[in-house]
């Protein structure tokens, strides 16, 4: 399978600060990238879909101002929490799709878990 | 609306037994269904999957059927190994429209020794 690769694996910040978090496709370029959310005890939560070069399409519901998504190369996406809050405390998880798997399956980062204090 | 459903939150099974994870989808269009394993604290990792022109696909101990006139598929393990619990997730898309995974909520395994 592909590599993605998601950093930092855990980070810890102060409310009212902005913390962004990178996914990298290691050995294949991917056209497209998710983002996801995973609150404990449920499924993951599709935040949001990029495509390179475009901007993010949002799912109803996040708020696009605070869960800011740039996929600026076809290895590389980010998703910056912009004045954390302690309810944006989570695991987030990326994931990557491209043209060398078919562009079917998506392949998950290891995830990041989030705590704001 | 949850399209994919795992209604068995949770599975426990003796090891070296079989394990049967199943998945139920409301969406007639999805056209592609994926399972995932995740361990607590880590991104799910891709296990198997089958495109909705086959009804089984077998990779190794994962085996994976799918009805269409039940839009029912069930994930096989066979022979089961502690090192496989963990929580599996189903997830379905449908290629020709948003392409976006729809997951379910997942079935935690647990094989005991």
């Known amino acids: 399978g592909a590599v993605v690769s998601q950093h930092p694996s855990r980070v810890i910040c102060k409310s009212g600060t902005s913390v962004k978090i990178e996914c990298r496709s290691l050995?294949?370029?991917?056209?497209?990238m998710f983002w996801y959310r995973q609150f404990p005890k449920k499924s993951l939560m599709l935040m949001a879909t990029?495509?390179?070069?475009?901007?993010?399409?949002?799912e109803q519901g996040v708020e696009k101002d605070k869960f800011l998504i740039n996929h600026a190369s076809l290895t590389l996406s980010t998703l910056t929490v912009t004045s954390a809050h302690p309810e944006d405390s989570s695991f987030y998880i990326c994931?990557?799709?491209?043209?060398?798997?078919?562009?079917?399956?998506?392949?998950f980062g290891q995830g990041t878990r989030l705590t704001v204090v | 609306d949850q399209q994919v459903k795992q209604n068995s939150p949770s599975l426990s099974v003796q090891e070296g037994r079989i394990s049967i994870l199943n998945c139920d989808y409301t969406?007639?269009?999805?056209?592609?269904f994926l399972w995932y394993k995740k361990y607590p604290a880590e991104g799910p990792t891709f296990l198997i999957s089958?495109?909705?022109?086959?009804d089984k696909n077998e990779d190794g101990r994962f085996t994976v059927f799918l009805n269409k006139s039940a839009k029912h598929l069930s994930l096989h393990i066979v022979p089961s190994q502690p090192g496989d619990s963990a929580v599996y997730f189903c997830?379905?898309?449908?290629?020709?429209?948003?392409?976006?995974?729809?997951f379910g909520k997942g079935t935690k395994l647990t094989v005991n020794p």
């Open positions: 994931s990557a799709r491209g043209q060398r798997f078919g562009n079917t399956e998506a392949f």
């Open positions: 050995d294949f370029q991917a056209t497209t």
């Open positions: 990029s495509n390179e070069g475009s901007k993010a399409t949002y």
């Open positions: 969406n007639s269009m999805f056209d592609y």
């Open positions: 089958i495109s909705s022109i086959k």
């Open positions: 997830a379905a898309i449908f290629q020709g429209g948003s392409e976006k995974l729809v």
